[in-house]
């Protein structure tokens, strides 16, 4: 942890090796990908776009092995180390994983601890405080996507683990922006069936999300239940509410009128067809 003005904010290293969480990989990174991501996160909180923020670059003596474009050439690259922050690493994985094993107590404590720490403003002793929290959770997922599509922005891999619980961008991988507007721009060269292209960014939110519901289950109760599957049902409306409130601000466009909708999809259609 790192305490700053009465903030504190969650450390996490990556390319510093291999961890006890490593899957099959050397956990190192390369230099190319960390410059990345140091100037894509900075460039993302001052685009406004809630992100963690990358506060240091070590370049690496190690040399790092990689097969940069998926293509079986494998190469010898520098490798690096970033210093990330956050306000909190928790995702959405790191409650389904504690759902799918069983480990119910664990995932109550977990809830409980995130819910206190980052979301004050719900009562720890409200007996519908994880709908609370998972309501919270669509509405800022619907926001956060929308804000990434307003800048042209495609995450690469929208899988669980990348979807942080406090709705912020978590994981540069691969990413990309768009040079000109393409619903079918996929900046992940080993994403042959395009399931993360841009333009299914949102349809993926409401699939993490939904793998968010059925994490929470089994600590809700019939009526609970009910009611979560209905604040999952308005992400849609909370999604392309916010995604037409900040084309109509990138446009310039006042008040409410029944064509504006028509205008923003004609507009895109026009940078397509360019």
Request: with cysteine; charged share 25%.
């Amino acid at each position: 942890y790192f305490c700053r003005h009465g903030e504190r904010w969650e450390l996490q290293l990556k390319g510093s090796g291999k961890t006890p969480y490593s899957r099959n990989g050397d956990g190192r990174a390369v230099l190319r990908s960390s410059v990345r991501e140091f100037l894509c996160s900075e460039a993302m909180h001052y685009l406004g776009i809630p992100t963690s923020r990358a506060a240091s670059l070590v370049v690496s003596d190690d040399d790092v092995w990689r097969d940069q474009f998926y293509n079986g050439n494998i190469k010898k690259e520098r490798g690096a180390i970033v210093l990330r922050l956050a306000k909190s690493w928790f995702r959405i994985g790191s409650l389904e994983i504690l759902a799918h094993s069983g480990e119910l107590d664990l995932l109550r404590r977990l809830l409980d601890f995130i819910i206190q720490e980052h979301f004050p403003s719900i009562a720890m002793n409200d007996s519908n405080r994880y709908l609370e929290f998972f309501s919270t959770v669509v509405s800022e997922t619907a926001n956060l996507i929308s804000l990434w599509m307003s800048v042209g922005f495609a995450h690469g891999v929208c899988n669980t683990d990348n979807f942080s619980l406090l709705s912020i961008t978590i994981d540069y991988g691969p990413f990309g922006f768009m040079d000109s507007y393409d619903p079918d721009f996929v900046p992940n060269t080993s994403d042959d069936e395009r399931r993360y292209k841009i333009g299914n960014q949102a349809n993926v939110g409401l699939f993490n999300l939904s793998k968010l519901l059925q994490a929470l289950k089994p600590l809700l109760d019939p009526k609970q239940k009910q009611l979560a599957s209905q604040i999952l049902e308005g992400y849609g409306e909370h999604y392309y509410s916010r995604f037409t409130e900040l084309f109509k601000t990138k446009l310039g466009l006042l008040g409410e009128n029944e064509n504006d909708n028509y205008l923003i999809a004609f507009l895109l259609n026009v940078s397509l067809l360019c």
